[in-house]
């Protein structure tokens, strides 16, 4: 055990940071990155309807922020901009990916696990990935790669792309697990292949029906997006995947408990397809999306008991977070809708996934430092892109020129030190916004005003939009043309953010 006190968080971190000197000892680094889940979808963000006492304590004893932000308001480039420090919507072909796509991390660039290894971490990810893996199509039948660990992972377990997306097996390192050499697997996501049925054909051995897509190949009596064939041995079982990853992320820690380690475990839950373990089937009384809100809650659980039996907690910085806001309906009539049960995913806040509106990346952010902290909630603005220049000064590195070219160093606000965070940030929905102290600006753009499939609004307009944040979080009226000065500022902002490569100080 390697107690980090106050004291080392309060002085000597930063001034080891000031002089480009590693800090000793390092803390842990814990993770924790969930799918789907909405500023309103936890206890201490305000849900009534549904249970999260897990997080709720994780919050009362640590820091609580009420503007913290995913870099985008979906999944892969949410990810591709935590890992890199560089907004997504910079880069072609950081979009949501196939399950069958290439890796989009170029080898060598500088990511969270790469500058944390180089610090002397064990480096793991467990969970989701969805960031594409080896060179596109890849042979699942052989070495997978380049992925996680040729972009600074030291061992990863992970669900290749979602829930909802063929294969359906996991990768642990660079090979499938479980994957039987005489039942090869074979992947497409242009055409049927193989004789495995598809949704499409055979709704009758479905034990959840599509809403919209996803009738494709049906593993495991539910219908993914594209086709797959083979690996029966090594097909995961949805109801088990919590369990799965989440006994993954704590043998990584068991593993490495006697030196620093990273862990970045990214939850399945609470992506579609939803399917609670038996033990969280029917227990939240708000239908199967509270189940696993529940059953991600207990994945917490599991992470902080695992830190508290080995004596690991006031080692460790843990972070709790989302890769974007809430969807309801997002492929599948599983009851959602209407079993919501007056449970507000968003909270106060208007949109969802998908939005340009504030429940698109406005999301729970919770983190306990470590050490002793004074318990707290702060509305210091800060993204999620930000923490590869905060782990960079946490352990004492100086990022380079090239590295992290939209993140900034809050770590003086991640640890409690500070209520101030960022001085602006950009939100990304398709189309971009700007939030700088009380303003939010959105781009004009073109497209629905409600996105059909989901039910979501858009927050897509032919004109400008400005909201006053801290009159109106909802973002119910627009001011612009009462501030047509305070547009012309956050749209020449944001054009010259656009222009210019690199945003960060």
């Given at each position: 055990m390697r107690r980090f006190t106050n004291h080392l968080s309060r002085v000597l971190l930063p001034l080891a940071a000031a002089a480009g000197l590693a800090a000793t000892p390092k803390p842990n680094i814990v993770l924790i990155y969930t799918d789907d889940v909405g500023y309103g979808d936890v206890g201490c963000y305000g849900a009534t309807r549904v249970k999260t006492p897990n997080i709720d304590k994780l919050a009362a004893g640590?820091?609580?922020?009420?503007?913290?932000?995913?870099?985008?308001?979906?999944?892969t480039p949410s990810r591709y901009a935590l890992l890199t420090g560089e907004y997504a919507w910079r880069r072609k072909g950081t979009g949501v990916l196939p399950g069958d796509a290439k890796l989009i991390i170029a080898p060598g660039?500088?990511?969270?696990?790469?500058?944390?290894?180089?610090?002397?971490?064990?480096?793991?990810?467990?969970g989701k990935w969805h960031l594409g893996l080896g060179e596109g199509?890849?042979?699942w039948n052989g070495e997978i790669k380049p992925g996680p660990l040729e972009i600074g992972f030291d061992y990863?377990?992970?669900?290749?792309a979602t829930g909802d997306r063929v294969p359906c097996v996991f990768v642990e390192n660079h090979r499938v697990a479980g994957l039987d050499p005489a039942d090869p697997i074979q992947v497409s996501y242009g055409k049927q292949i193989g004789g495995e049925p598809t949704g499409r054909e055979h709704p009758e051995l479905l034990?959840?029906?599509?809403?919209?897509?996803?009738?494709?190949?049906i593993v495991n009596g539910i219908s993914r997006i594209g086709f797959m064939s083979g690996g029966k041995s090594a097909r995961w079982v949805d109801e088990d995947i919590a369990d799965t990853l989440t006994r993954k992320a704590v043998t990584f820690i068991e593993q490495h408990r006697d030196r620093p380690f990273f862990l970045y475990f990214a939850t399945h839950d609470i992506h579609v397809p939803r399917a609670p373990h038996a033990r969280f089937a029917g227990s939240s009384g708000c239908g199967i999306r509270g189940d696993v809100i529940q059953q991600l809650d207990w994945c917490v659980g599991e992470i902080v008991?695992?830190?508290?039996?080995?004596k690991l907690t006031d080692d460790t910085l843990l972070v709790f977070t989302s890769d974007n806001g809430p969807v309801v309906d997002d492929g599948y009539r599983d009851g959602a809708v209407e079993n919501l049960n007056g449970h507000k995913p968003g909270g106060p806040l208007r949109g969802g996934k998908y939005s340009a509106f504030d429940a698109g990346t406005r999301v729970p952010f919770i983190v306990r430092p470590p050490g002793h902290v004074e318990p707290g909630v702060s509305d210091a603005l800060i993204s999620q892109v930000d923490f590869l220049a905060s782990f960079a000064a946490l352990t004492g590195q100086k990022l380079a020129e090239d590295a992290g070219p939209d993140s900034f160093n809050v770590l003086p606000g991640l640890l409690g030190e500070s209520k101030t965070g960022r001085d602006h940030l950009v939100e990304h929905a398709g189309i971009l916004s700007l939030?700088?102290?009380?303003?939010?600006?959105i781009e004009p753009g073109k497209g629905p005003k409600v996105l059909a499939n989901v039910?979501?609004?858009?927050?897509?307009a032919p004109e400008p939009q400005l909201y006053d944040l801290n009159e109106d979080l909802g973002e119910k009226r627009n001011v612009a043309a009462e501030h047509p000065e305070i547009v012309k500022e956050l749209a020449g902002l944001l054009e010259k953010l656009r222009d210019h490569p690199r945003s960060r100080p």
């Open positions: 640590g820091l609580r922020f009420t503007n913290a932000h995913s870099p985008s308001a979906t999944c660039r500088e990511t969270i696990p790469s500058l944390l290894r180089r610090a002397g971490y064990a480096t793991g990810c467990v199509h890849p042979d990863a377990f992970i669900m290749p034990k959840v029906k599509p809403s919209h897509g996803h009738d494709n190949t008991a695992t830190l508290d039996r080995l939030i700088k102290g009380r303003w939010k600006y039910h979501i609004e858009s927050g897509i």
